[in-house]
């Protein structure tokens, strides 16, 4: 492990991405397989490999005081180290003393991770982590604990990790990034690169694969701009799933690739009837339907991304119902059990716009015109079979199925209707209809391109309600005032850094929050401070935020050098993990854009 730190030292040390990865390379060659299939996961910030439903569970507080008893200091020594640092393995790395019989292997690392996310309760966890970091060295024990924590900030990403595999085991970089992407596994992708066995990645049904993102626009005119052939469907405020259905068997899994079935308890009863097996891409939305459950059947004709009309589209979303706001669905998110008057009163429809596996066949190389056609034809040309034995109900996409457990709760499936646009003006109108049935704006996406898991291009762009919107990292909170005054509703957050190394501070504001979400946050935060400075209390940067503003200025009261006018918090993005929060490039790029629009 010693040998794994002083090349995350080294990579830390170079902001040249070239550097960065001939220094990694060099470390893959001086190790064994197993070292550096483990050493590829632990580079990539995390614990264990991306598909793997596996976490640690270790606390910021746990860690914190941890770290204050090995080194015998205060926990006041250790407030001021970190606020010097910024990061709690940083500090264990200054303040944890040197022994002689420390050292370990990144092996022995990897299987005293496993026994923490083995054991159960804060108290044996804290036992082992202790015992851990007692033998390892300052240095191990730094990157121990960042690892631990989910990031290594040294400005190394997963694709720099791909593009070091390619270089030292000399395969071509598509190679390496399509068995990363297939395995969701950078471990396993070292192992077969290394054995010159790449070409055997096959994607595993039930590994959630990477998301394709999207890039944000800020007109109509730009919306259009960056290709011809664009298909136009409204962006649903919602949580995105990626389904897996495979002999009636089905998954949902969340950006954060974590797996949610058990919140939607009535979408897989309705997907488990698909003829085919499959792996689609959507929205899982909070959904209100046309008509009482049971009365109203009905057959949708699909809008194929070939029409150029829109006016059918525009029917058909109206028959199909609408979606209803966020926060509805919020109350569904990360529950284990859903209660039947949960389901009966917020119920979901699973929105759903791409395919990408399809009958043992990938189909993310695919133009999303053929993609598109696909996902027609299994939603809606084929019959399909409800996996419900006591009744064997044959349904069609666009009816309301029924699951077989809630029998009152209605469990759609939807094809998310497909529109044309060939001019700002019908963009701006699709913007406008889509908003009034309540949704957030539209999604833009060239129907020439490929589907790219993990990648935000330009293929797919968002256009979005608010001038603009950031997704920030809450990093201090505040005791409020007035009738906040006992709980902590003044959020200071941040974005990235160039880097992704460091997180810079870009405003600050009050909660724009419900009552019972701020309780419950206040109840995060008390748990997860790792610096009390009374009336303030720096946090673990874990929380994410959608902030809209108004405006922005340059400003030197925050470290980011610029400030947000009229912030708003939109919501709490429980579905985003710190790294998918905006970097200080998309704030400039909104700067210059706002200084556009201004004629400046
Ligand atoms: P944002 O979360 O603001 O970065 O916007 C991207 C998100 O919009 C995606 O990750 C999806 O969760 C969501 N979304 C809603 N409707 C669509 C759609 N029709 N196509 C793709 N993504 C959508």
């Known amino acids: 492990m010693q040998r794994f730190a002083k090349t995350c030292e080294a990579v830390a040390a170079t902001t040249k991405k070239l550097e960065k990865v001939s220094i990694v390379g060099d470390y893959f060659k001086s190790c064994v397989i197993d070292e550096a299939a483990i050493s590829a996961v632990f580079l990539s910030g995390r614990p264990f490999p991306a598909w793997e439903e596996t976490t640690l569970q270790v606390g910021g507080r746990s860690l914190w005081q941890i770290v204050s008893e090995l080194s015998q200091k205060s926990e006041g020594e250790i407030s001021t180290a970190y606020r010097r640092r910024g990061d709690l393995g940083a500090v264990a790395g200054d303040v944890l003393p040197q022994r002689t019989d420390q050292n370990l292997t990144v092996l022995e690392i990897e299987r005293a991770f496993r026994q923490i996310a083995a054991a159960r309760g804060t108290g044996s966890k804290d036992v082992l982590v202790r015992e851990?970091?007692?033998?390892?060295?300052?240095?191990?024990?730094?990157?121990?604990?960042?690892?631990?924590?989910?990031?290594?900030?040294?400005?190394?990403?997963?694709?720099?990790?791909?593009?070091?595999?390619?270089?030292?085991?000399?395969?071509?970089?598509?190679?390496?990034?399509?068995?990363?992407?297939?395995?969701?596994?950078?471990?396993?992708?070292?192992?077969?690169?290394?054995?010159?066995?790449?070409?055997?990645?096959?994607?595993?049904?039930?590994?959630?694969?990477?998301?394709?993102?999207?890039?944000?626009?800020?007109?109509?005119?730009?919306?259009?701009?960056?290709?011809?052939?664009?298909?136009?469907?409204?962006?649903?405020?919602?949580?995105?799933?990626?389904?897996?259905?495979?002999?009636?068997?089905?998954?949902?899994?969340?950006?954060?690739?974590?797996?949610?079935?058990?919140?939607?308890?009535?979408?897989?009863?309705?997907?488990?009837?698909?003829?085919?097996?499959?792996?689609?891409?959507?929205?899982?939305?909070?959904?209100?339907?046309?008509?009482?459950?049971?009365?109203?059947?009905?057959?949708?004709?699909?809008?194929s991304p070939h029409a150029d009309k829109t006016e059918s589209g525009e029917q058909h979303v109206t028959n199909l119902g609408r979606a209803r706001p966020f926060t509805i669905l919020q109350q569904r998110l990360g529950r284990k059990r859903v209660s039947d008057k949960m389901l009966r009163e917020s119920p979901v429809a699973y929105l759903v716009f791409d395919v990408l596996y399809l009958n043992g066949e990938l189909v993310l190389d695919r133009s999303l015109l053929e993609r598109a056609r696909i996902l027609d034809e299994l939603l809606s040309a084929e019959r399909v079979r409800h996996e419900d034995t006591r009744t064997q109900r044959t349904l069609k996409q666009g009816t309301l199925a029924f699951d077989s457990d809630a029998p009152t709760t209605p469990a759609s499936i939807i094809r998310a209707p497909?529109?044309?646009?060939?001019?700002?003006?019908?963009?701006?109108?699709?913007?406008?209809?889509?908003?009034?049935?309540?949704?957030?704006?539209?999604?833009?996406?060239?129907?020439?391109?490929?589907?790219?898991?993990?990648?935000?291009?330009?293929?797919?762009?968002?256009?979005?309600?608010?001038?603009?919107?950031?997704?920030?990292?809450?990093?201090?909170?505040?005791?409020?005032?007035?009738?906040?005054?006992?709980?902590?509703?003044?959020?200071?957050?941040?974005v990235w850094d160039t880097n992704k190394d460091r997180l810079v501070n870009i405003g600050k504001a009050y909660s724009g929050l419900t009552d019972a979400e701020i309780a419950e946050m206040t109840k995060w935060f008390l748990d997860h401070t790792v610096d009390d400075q009374g009336f303030r209390l720096v946090v673990e940067p874990k929380i994410v935020l959608e902030v809209a503003f108004n405006n922005m200025m340059k400003s030197d009261r925050h470290d980011s050098g610029y400030a947000l006018r009229f912030p708003r918090i939109v919501r709490l993005r429980s579905d985003k993990s710190p790294e998918d929060a905006d970097t200080i490039e998309r704030v400039r790029e909104i700067w210059t854009n706002q200084g556009k629009r201004a004629g400046l």
């Open 132 to 303: 851990l970091l007692t033998h390892a060295t300052p240095l191990e024990a730094k990157y121990i604990v960042k690892i631990i924590t989910g990031d290594l900030r040294i400005g190394l990403k997963e694709s720099l990790v791909e593009e070091a595999i390619a270089k030292t085991y000399a395969h071509p970089l598509p190679e390496v990034q399509r068995a990363n992407m297939l395995l969701g596994d950078i471990g396993e992708t070292t192992r077969l690169a290394a054995e010159n066995k790449l070409s055997e990645a096959r994607m595993r049904l039930f590994h959630p694969l990477g998301f394709m993102l999207a890039s944000p626009i800020e007109s109509p005119e730009e919306g259009l701009s960056y290709f011809t052939d664009a298909a136009i469907e409204d962006k649903y405020d919602g949580i995105r799933a990626q389904a897996h259905v495979s002999s009636g068997e089905v998954k949902l899994f969340s950006r954060t690739r974590d797996e949610i079935t058990e919140s939607f308890p009535e979408l897989p009863g309705a997907l488990a009837g698909l003829p085919h097996d499959a792996i689609l891409d959507g929205e899982i939305v909070a959904w209100e339907y046309p008509a009482k459950p049971g009365d109203t059947r009905q057959i949708v004709d699909q809008v």
């Open 418 to 494: 497909v529109f044309r646009a060939a001019f700002p003006e019908q963009l701006e109108e699709l913007f406008v209809s889509a908003q009034s049935r309540g949704n957030e704006g539209l999604m833009i996406k060239d129907l020439n391109s490929a589907y790219t898991p993990g990648k935000r291009g330009k293929s797919w762009l968002k256009m979005k309600r608010e001038l603009a919107t950031l997704d920030v990292v809450v990093t201090a909170v505040e005791y409020g005032h007035g009738k906040r005054i006992g709980v902590l509703s003044d959020y200071t957050y941040a």
